[in-house]
């Protein structure tokens, strides 16, 4: 199964993808996690990447996209993958097609997950990520076990740089402006599943998983 998860910033694309990442045994690829992690490591990429990063901007789509170019080679991606947080333009999308072109595989769906600008910003304000393994929880949905400690590895939780109010709310108009267009893109095409993404978790998980059955 090959899947794209679209949506506004805090929509809970990540959370899904992990979730359907374990239930169907392929894995999730994270452009924001790679370029978080590329900035952790210091490279040349995560330089330049977080200079666009912290102002809620785009990275470069030449940059994001061959570093998904590469990633959907891997052995891993042979049954399938999920892509969570690309393509986030038009340029992307279409670079997206090219490569599965010669690849000579296509998409199954586009999960859309819709959520109200309001509920986003409460949902960032309440997220906490652990800085060394990524590993992401919510002060009132997903606590961990320990307060601001993460399950995973220990280290300390932080609120992520660009979750703050006013760089969310740039994040968001970005969004409107470069993202959104790409729900007509899929919807023209016929793989574009619409999931309102307001309730629990464990509801939303489960309208995607059914809207996915019945697309098969
Ligand atoms: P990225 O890391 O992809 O951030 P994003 O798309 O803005 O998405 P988020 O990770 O913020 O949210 P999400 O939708 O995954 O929600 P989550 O499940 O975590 O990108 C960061 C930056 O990198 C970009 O701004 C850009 O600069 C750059 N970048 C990345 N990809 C790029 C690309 N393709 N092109 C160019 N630049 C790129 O949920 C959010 C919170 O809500 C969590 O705390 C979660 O626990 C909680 N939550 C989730 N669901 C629910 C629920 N139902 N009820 C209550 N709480 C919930």
């Known amino acids: 199964m090959r899947l794209i998860m679209l949506g506004a910033p805090g929509a809970g694309k990540g959370t899904h993808a992990l979730l359907l990442s374990k239930e169907y045994n392929i894995p999730q690829i994270s452009t924001g996690d790679i370029l978080r992690s590329h900035i952790k490591n210091e490279t040349d990429l995560g330089k330049e990447a977080k200079n666009y990063m912290d102002k809620g901007l785009l990275v470069p789509d ?3 996209v061959e570093i998904v170019k590469s990633r959907i080679q891997e052995d891993d991606c042979k049954e399938g993958f999920i892509l969570d947080g690309f393509p986030r333009t038009i340029p992307q999308a279409q670079a997206l097609d090219k490569a599965l072109e ?7 769906n586009v999960v859309n997950i819709d959520v109200s600008d309001e509920v986003i910003i409460k949902r960032m304000a309440g997220r906490r990520v652990c800085p060394k ?3 992401s929880y919510h002060v009132e949905h997903k606590k ?3 307060d601001d400690i993460c399950d ?6 932080i609120l992520r740089e660009d979750d703050k109010e006013e760089t969310v709310r740039k ?14 893109y899929y919807e023209k095409r016929g793989i574009l599943l619409t999931i309102e993404g307001t309730g629990s978790v464990e509801e939303i998980g489960k309208k995607i998983k059914d809207a996915l059955e019945v697309s098969k």
């Not at 010669?102 to 199954?108: A, F, K, V």
């Not at 995973?152 to 939780?157: F, G, K």
């Not at 994040?171 to 007509?184: H, M, S, W």
């Open 152 to 157: 995973e590895c220990e280290s300390e939780l």
């Open 171 to 184: 994040r968001l108009q970005v969004y409107e402006e470069q993202t959104k267009p790409l729900i007509d």
């Open 144 to 146: 961990p076990i320990k």
């Open 62 to 64: 030449e940059l994001v």
């Open 133 to 135: 393994c990524g590993a």
């Open 102 to 108: 010669e690849l000579g595989i296509g998409l199954d």
